[in-house]
């Protein structure tokens, strides 16, 4: 079991005969992830490392038949991300949008057009989502990962990977890592990702990776955390040392006023019975305790 | 990007939202034959920061005061921003202040619309008088009663004025890109019109492509080093300490930093190179962090998914070497091809670390 995706998931790439979209394809495919169909308007005939390329996810929907994609991830430049993200979900599929600079509107009215459409979008600007050992949508090293029954919900890229390979060397694999993203709008929140693992039989533990900005670690460890999530949780939280004002790297990842530090956020996660860890190499240790 | 008053108050206008009358002036010199066009004027310094009026940037003036006025504000600087551009405007008899603002809730993921009757104040404060209302977008026939019989409103004339300037202000909000509007004051006149005292504006940067009306940069970013940086596809912050910091990915290096500032060592910047950087970013990155005066060792953290760690490790090499570098460094590459990453710096003599805990430790010592 896992959460979203796993071994019978199959995938779409939008944009798949550029730069990205090929070499993450071709990854995607050596981790196991069963690719059925990219897209890319006016180069259908071709395939790119034996994956057949269509004009629109309609065509391919269509031409595909019982095998037909159910999950897309693009790979867009950001200007187009809301009209890749429309034609996907609009044909009934999910969609991983791994994109970084997506407007924040455009965010708004996928998000939107998701739940018009009862779908799933997880990002933008994430490293996508992965089930070890069966399927990747995503540009993340599969073999930092490993099998298991940890859940992973993460809002940076390589901060998880960091916090992943601790896990897989202490021998704590993992059910299912989704990277919500670290843009102020995930379009999957916090709150869903977490109650989703809740309901993952496989999932016997949760390990939150946050940073600095908003208040949505503050929002779940108030209404979700100890009600609707039970399984035990570790969180590692960045950006302790971060100054008031200043955006860092990440669109999200700024402390507003007296919202969005860590410190708000640890003293949230605690009360609510979140074990927090102070370093990266320090949750399986945490973990181990409440396991 | 923020923009300015005057900015912000240029796009209320092209709104139709109604504003005082105001001019920009550059010099003491427009500043008074500006103000001599109203019998009381307001000399507001356009600067991107809150307390304007606490901090001494908004005064009051006629036209007699207004030389000896306008010479001592262009000649301040208020928190860092020297005061290059006033706004004069027309003095407003107020009866009322109010807060209005449009903003977007993160964790509701949704647009929503925030109105106070006690306004003038800053919004934090304000949210502790109890009196703010808010109301997610769009608004209903339903949920437009509800606001305004929690915001307390029940002059028709007022009503009416505010529900013309909501509706405008939202189109100008989805338009725009903008991440928030706020009006701060909005004030009733004595005579019972509303005005829009006061624009708080910011646009979303990710937007700015297609927002081409808005793009003249708000306040030039002081640091040549932060637009350097951003050019090159790469975020960087400058802190006070003296460790310079490169990692790869935000999370990852604001980790670095907090697990510096744990052992009482005192990061210098935040760089994060992005993703897929290769040698030549990397050397850009070396040259960005090195040019900030006081740094006396290097810290190098990358995990390398997408990004290729040998590349980095030539980066390395290649600057260290045309520089002669002689700054302590210490360097944690793992991830894709880290082997061959381990060899280049090997060859010259750099020693690499796989833990991040044992890199941290080596460069606080």
């Keep these: ?291 | 990007m923020d923009l300015t008053e005057a900015q912000g108050k240029k796009l209320f206008s092209e709104y139709r939202l109604p504003v005082p009358r105001a001019y920009e002036a550059r010099n003491v010199t427009a500043a008074v034959r500006l103000a001599k066009k109203f019998p009381r004027a307001v000399l507001k310094a356009q600067i991107p920061a809150g307390h304007r009026k606490k901090l001494g940037g908004i005064v009051m003036v006629t036209p007699i005061t207004v030389r000896e006025r306008a010479k001592r504000l262009f000649g301040k600087s208020i928190v860092g921003y020297p005061v290059s551009s006033l706004l004069v405007e027309e003095f407003v008899d107020l009866a009322k202040e109010w807060y209005l603002a449009l903003t977007i809730d993160r964790t509701q993921r949704q647009v929503v619309l925030l109105f106070s009757r006690h306004g003038g104040i800053d919004v934090e404060q304000l949210a502790k008088t109890g009196t703010l209302v808010r109301m997610p977008l769009p608004l209903t026939a339903a949920s437009w009663d509800k606001f305004l019989r929690q915001a307390g409103l029940r002059n028709q004339a007022t009503v009416t004025q505010l529900k013309r300037i909501i509706r405008r202000l939202i189109k100008l909000m989805y338009q725009s890109d903008a991440l928030l509007v706020e009006v701060n004051p909005l004030v009733l006149t004595t005579s019972g019109k509303l005005l829009l005292l006061d624009s708080k504006v910011t646009i979303d940067d990710a937007a700015l492509f297609r927002q081409a009306r808005i793009k003249v940069a708000a306040f030039k970013e002081p640091d040549s080093r932060v637009v350097v940086a951003q050019k090159a596809g790469m975020s960087y912050v400058p802190l006070l300490g003296n460790i310079a910091v490169i990692g790869n990915g935000a999370g990852l290096v604001m980790a670095t930093l907090d697990a510096l500032t744990d052992r009482k060592a005192h990061p210098a910047n935040f760089l994060d190179v992005g993703g897929g950087a290769d040698r030549v970013r990397m050397t850009k990155a070396l040259q960005i962090v090195l040019s900030q005066p006081g740094v006396r060792k290097i810290l190098i953290n990358i995990f390398g998914g997408i990004t290729r760690t040998d590349e980095i490790a030539l980066g390395i090499v290649r600057y260290k070497r045309t520089h002669r570098l002689k700054i302590p460094m210490v360097v944690r590459l793992v991830g894709n091809r880290e082997i061959e990453a381990q060899q280049i710096l090997k060859r010259a003599g750099i020693r690499a670390y796989y833990e991040m805990q044992e890199a941290i430790k080596a460069v606080s010592r």
């Design chain 1, 1 to 291: 079991m896992s959460i979203l995706v796993e071994r019978d998931t199959r995938v779409l790439v939008q944009g798949i005969t550029g730069t990205q979209g090929r070499l993450h394809t071709e990854q995607m495919l050596k981790d196991g992830t069963r690719i059925v169909a990219g897209v890319t308007p006016g180069k259908a005939g071709r395939t790119i490392a034996g994956v057949p390329v269509f004009n629109s996810v309609r065509e391919a929907k269509r031409k595909l038949g019982i095998k037909a994609p159910n999950w897309s991830i693009g790979f867009v430049p950001a200007p187009f991300v809301k009209a890749a993200a429309f034609e996907a979900l609009d044909a009934g599929l999910n969609m991983v949008i791994i994109s970084e600079h997506v407007p924040v509107h455009d965010s708004l009215t996928i998000l939107a057009r998701a739940k018009a459409n009862k779908r799933f979008a997880i990002g933008p600007n994430c490293p996508g989502i992965i089930t070890p050992g069966q399927t990747k949508l995503g540009i993340m090293p599969a073999e930092v990962f490993s099998r298991g029954e940890i859940g992973v919900v993460s809002r940076s890229g390589t901060l998880t990977y960091e916090v992943v390979s601790h896990l897989s060397k202490a021998g704590l694999g993992q059910s299912t890592c989704i990277g919500i993203g670290g843009d102020p709008i995930n379009l999957t929140s916090l709150e869903q990702a977490l109650i989703l693992f809740e309901h993952d039989p496989k999932t016997r533990a949760i390990v939150l990776i946050a940073e600095i900005g908003g208040s949505s670690e503050e929002d779940v460890a108030l209404r979700v955390i100890g009600h609707r999530v039970t399984k035990p949780l570790v969180a590692f939280l960045a950006g302790r040392s971060a100054p008031v004002g200043k955006q860092l790297g990440h669109a999200g990842a700024i402390i507003e006023g007296t919202t969005g530090s860590v410190l708000s956020k640890e003293r949230a996660l605690i009360k609510a019975g979140v074990h927090i860890a102070r370093q990266p190499w320090t949750v399986p240790k945490l973990l181990s305790r409440v396991l």
